[in-house]
């Protein structure tokens, strides 16, 4: 499980690009996403993308080739939305547990084809655990601050469920994601550390927050400095950031936590920002030109893409990233 910390110690490695994007692209109908087990579910499926694991396995399986094919050393897992708190919306608590194992087995199967045909550049999966669609900081209610719509416990207990079917599924490292919530990540990190305790292993974790616009902070009010701290008393195997802004609106925060911190840090920014429509039109070259920058300024040791990136992103990526040395940093014996 451990192999992945040899290898960043040599390059820099590049992670997959956005699933949701690709998945667009299916153009998948209600029933595709029912496939033949769900086709009677009393509950709408469509927009479920974690389901897709089991009734389009397929596509997802391609769709990780594709990332690999383009350069990425680690591709996430389907699990962004892989918890009892998410799943609610579907009425699909039950399946949990197999989304998040089927997911992780699809991936690992692609990454070991991979590594069979080239045993010098090893691939490797990222259980990837979203931030839920409820907050433990604030309340959803302007007129009832003092609400929570999820408990610390609650969060604790759901991605417990998550990390371990993932873990069983065969992926290699955890990535607690597009955090907007700092406390929600520290449930998961809490969980993270039962389970590892529990079953006596060791697994690396990388840690990614959000900066939800130009104030520079979290959804929930923290600084990059502020959730730097918050998340610094677990061994990180990396801390970054993905998601909400382009590459060129990231770059000054990352500097700051790159400054800041001892973990090996990683960032996958969007395709620039939405249009008016919600769509990314930053092209692969202009994001490879953004990312550059990372390196020259040599803040990176993870490097990939978020909403709006595709494999193209990924090559570019890739491409630019050859060039350059990893970030360094203090290892402790």
Do not use: W
Not at 271 to 279: D, I, K, M, S, V
Request: net charge negative.
């Amino acid at each position: 499980m451990c192999k992945i910390k040899e290898e960043i110690k040599k390059r820099i490695l590049v992670l997959d690009g956005a699933m949701g994007t690709m998945l667009q692209r299916h153009n998948f109908t209600e029933e595709d996403f029912r496939g033949e087990r769900f086709k009677e579910y009393p509950s709408p499926l469509q927009g479920n993308n974690d389901l897709l694991s089991l009734t389009q396995s397929e596509a997802i399986s391609e769709i990780h080739r594709k990332y690999f094919e383009a350069g990425a050393d680690i591709v996430e897992t389907n699990t962004f939305s892989g918890t009892t708190i998410a799943m609610a919306d579907y009425n699909m608590e039950d399946l949990v547990y197999e989304l998040n194992y089927q997911s992780a087995k699809i991936a690992k199967e692609v990454a070991e084809e991979f590594t069979k045909k080239e045993p010098n550049k090893p691939r490797f999966v990222a259980g990837s655990i979203g931030p839920t669609n409820r907050t433990a900081s604030l309340s959803p209610d302007v007129n009832k601050p003092e609400y929570r719509a999820v408990t610390f416990e609650e969060l604790r207990k759901a991605y417990k469920q998550q990390v371990k079917a993932l873990i069983d599924g065969g992926v290699d490292l955890l990535l607690v994601e597009t955090i907007f919530d700092t406390l929600n990540a520290k449930a998961a990190l809490f969980a993270i550390e039962e389970v590892k305790e529990e079953r006596n292993i060791d697994i690396p974790i990388m840690v990614s927050g959000t900066i939800t616009d130009a104030s520079g902070r979290t959804l929930s009010g923290q600084t990059v400095e502020a959730f730097l701290t918050s998340i610094s008393h677990i061994s990180l195997l990396s801390v970054g950031f993905n998601c909400a802004l382009g590459a060129e609106q990231l770059l000054p925060y990352l500097k700051r936590l790159a400054n800041e911190t001892e973990f090996y840090t990683s960032a996958h920014p969007n395709a620039g920002l939405p249009n008016a429509f919600g769509e990314y039109d930053e092209s692969p070259e202009e994001m490879q030109g953004y990312i550059e920058e990372y390196l020259k300024d040599d803040l990176i040791n993870i490097i990939g893409g978020c909403c709006g990136t595709n494999p193209d992103h990924i090559k570019a990526i890739t491409e630019v990233v050859s060039k350059y040395k990893p970030r360094q940093i203090q290892v402790e014996a």
